[in-house]
């Protein structure tokens, strides 16, 4: 359960990494990841708001975060990675689907970002493989709760 929680927060650290970086640096440091770069299909690879200022973030802040929870800071990158991966793993599909930047896609907009990480955490942590889904889902019936929390608290600029 303990680590559960723990993993959950790594989640949390490695998702709330670029937005305390917006915060922070507001557009100071802000390149696409995609460098502006469109798609054989005309639409942006992963668009505007996928920025190399937010992966470093969410890199830098999950080991850390990692360490404070009395876990390797390993497993803090490995979560930091797998969840940017899984993210722009999202926006890759939704661009294709049309979608624009920062649109809501519910499951699609949490699956790919918790289930990543998670799945490249189990060698290093002995996860078993009924906790990933359970884990995923709590990622994103919380995210969903927090998410609107923090665009009232005008710290996410959409409330998703």
């Known amino acids: 359960m303990i680590l559960s929680i723990k993993l959950m927060l ?4 490695a998702n709330g990494g670029p937005i305390v970086a917006r915060i922070l640096l507001d557009d100071r440091f802000r390149k696409p990841v995609d460098f502006g770069y469109r798609f054989p299909d005309g639409r942006p690879l992963f668009g505007s708001s996928k920025t190399w200022r937010g992966i470093v973030a969410a ?3 999950t080991p850390l975060a990692a360490w404070l929870l009395d876990l390797p800071p390993g497993v803090g990158l490995l979560i930091g990675a797998g969840a940017m991966t899984g993210d722009l793993l999202s926006s890759f599909i939704k661009r294709r689907l049309g979608m624009n930047a920062s649109s809501e ?12 990480p998670l799945l490249l955490a189990v060698p290093a942590l002995s996860l078993s493989w009924q906790q990933i889904p359970l884990l ?7 995210g969903l709760l927090l998410s609107r929390l923090l665009y009232h608290l005008h710290i996410r600029r959409r409330p998703y």
């Open 10 to 13: 790594l989640l949390m650290a």
């Open 59 to 61: 890199l830098l802040i």
């Open 105 to 116: 896609a519910p499951g699609l907009d949490q699956i790919p970002e918790s289930a990543l």
């Open 136 to 142: 995923v889902c709590l990622f994103w019936a919380g």
